[in-house]
């Protein structure tokens, strides 16, 4: 039964930063936020976020979540 509701809790934790994520309005916090929630739900150590900027036709860095070695490309 733990292991259910470990499970369950991690739905509800999910759904509340779905909520809070839903609610903002300024870019930058919310794919910040997105990008923590999808840290979190796929057990990630770090993630990045990518934006197409079609004036130079590149994707740039927009939001970084991890320690600074994993932030650097290989």
């Not at 934790?13 to 997105?34: C, G």
């Not at 923590?36 to 993630?47: D, F, K, M, R, Y």
């Amino acid at each position: 039964m733990t292991t259910q509701m470990s499970r369950l809790q991690q739905y509800v934790e999910v759904i509340q930063q779905a909520n809070q994520i839903a609610a903002s309005t300024e870019l930058d916090a919310l794919l910040d936020k997105m990008l923590g929630l999808i840290i979190s739900v796929t057990n990630a150590e770090a993630g990045t976020l990518y934006l197409y900027e079609a004036a130079t036709n590149e994707l740039v860095f927009k939001v970084v979540h991890g320690n600074a070695a994993s932030e650097r490309l290989v």
